[in-house]
């Protein structure tokens, strides 16, 4: 399988929420490929290390950083991290989220509710809040916002995921009105 490789990222600071297994390890893996420098994020410190690792044994320049992106305190920590060892970032990927698995709506505990809206959607609002302003102060940079089909259709994933991704999607457009125009 042949790796598309994009040369416009060479050198760029990539960071990566939920990076540390699945699509989010994966996307970390190729934005090293093209010679980006990747912050591989998670939870999971052994799972992050692991990613890195990998990263750097394909000759790729990473760090693993662990941080919660569901806390406003944690992301501040893990943007300093970053601006510490490479500067602030220029690409911003967020991947972080999950817990849809089916659940009948009227069997979701509130608990639940707030668990996954709070990954799901939460989560990337506070760090588009934290990563975004270096942004646009330089007038540069790239949002990806990870969200699913399930925001835009009713699918056996729970209720409250698919509110959490139709939630991820309006972001995504607010954004895009807010801050591309400048």
């Known amino acids: 399988?042949?790796?598309?490789?994009?040369?416009d990222l060479k050198g760029k600071i990539v960071l990566v929420t939920g990076s540390s297994k699945a699509l989010g390890a994966e996307t970390a893996r190729r934005f090293a490929a093209s010679g980006a420098k990747v912050v591989v994020n998670g939870r999971d410190e052994r799972a992050i290390e692991n990613v890195a690792a990998s990263i750097r044994a394909e000759g790729g320049e990473c760090i693993g950083v662990r941080a919660d992106?569901?806390?406003a305190e944690e992301l501040s920590t893990?943007?300093?991290t970053i601006r510490g060892r490479f500067g602030d970032v220029d690409v911003l990927a967020a991947f972080a989220?999950?817990?849809g698995s089916p659940v009948p709506v009227l069997d979701i505990t509130e608990d639940q509710w707030r668990n996954t809206v709070n990954a799901d959607l939460t989560g990337k609002f506070l760090t588009v809040k934290t990563f975004a302003p270096a942004m646009k102060e330089k007038r540069s940079g790239n949002i990806i916002l990870m969200s699913s089909a399930v925001g835009r259709l009713v699918s056996q994933a729970s209720a409250a995921y698919g509110a959490a991704e139709a939630g991820t999607l309006m972001l995504m457009r607010?954004?895009?009105q807010e801050l591309g125009a400048g």
Request: aromatic share 6%.
């Open 97 to 99: 989220g999950g817990l």
């Open 174 to 176: 607010h954004l895009a």
């Open 1 to 7: 399988m042949s790796t598309a490789i994009y040369p």
């Open 78 to 80: 893990l943007r300093a």
């Open 69 to 71: 992106v569901t806390s």
